[in-house]
């Protein structure tokens, strides 16, 4: 095994275990919230990690396939893994914006 095959698997199996990781939060994100907007976020942010894994998962494959047509949809899979990832740190810093906002109320 060359190191970037081993990369490869390390990426592979990190994403794997996030993304099994991240199914049950669906319905503790559900129960725990305390209003129906903060559970719309929670689920939106929940739904973009998870596609983000899914992304992760398929772009770490489809490198390895001898098919010269999947590797030119690899680069534009990794700008959708991005803007994915910054949608969800978009969600994130708004739902902490939020947080820190109720708590001053308070």
């Known amino acids: ?3 970037y095959s081993v990369i490869q698997l390390v ?3 990190v ?3 996030n993304t099994v990781h991240l199914m049950p939060a669906f319905g503790r994100c559900l129960k725990g919230a ?3 907007f903060q ?3 929670l689920c939106a942010m929940l739904t973009m990690r998870l596609a983000r ?3 992760g998962l398929i772009l770490v494959t489809a490198s390895t396939a001898p ?3 999947i590797h030119a949809l690899v680069p534009k899979g990794i700008l959708l893994f991005l803007v994915l990832a910054l949608i969800n740190a978009a969600l994130t ?3 902490e914006r939020i947080r820190v906002e109720e708590g001053a109320r308070f």
């Open 1 to 3: 095994m060359t190191i």
């Open 11 to 13: 990426i592979f199996s």
């Open 15 to 17: 994403l794997l275990l």
């Open 34 to 36: 305390e209003s129906a």
């Open 39 to 41: 559970s719309g976020y």
């Open 53 to 55: 894994n899914i992304l």
């Open 67 to 69: 098919n010269p047509e």
């Open 93 to 95: 810093q708004y739902m």
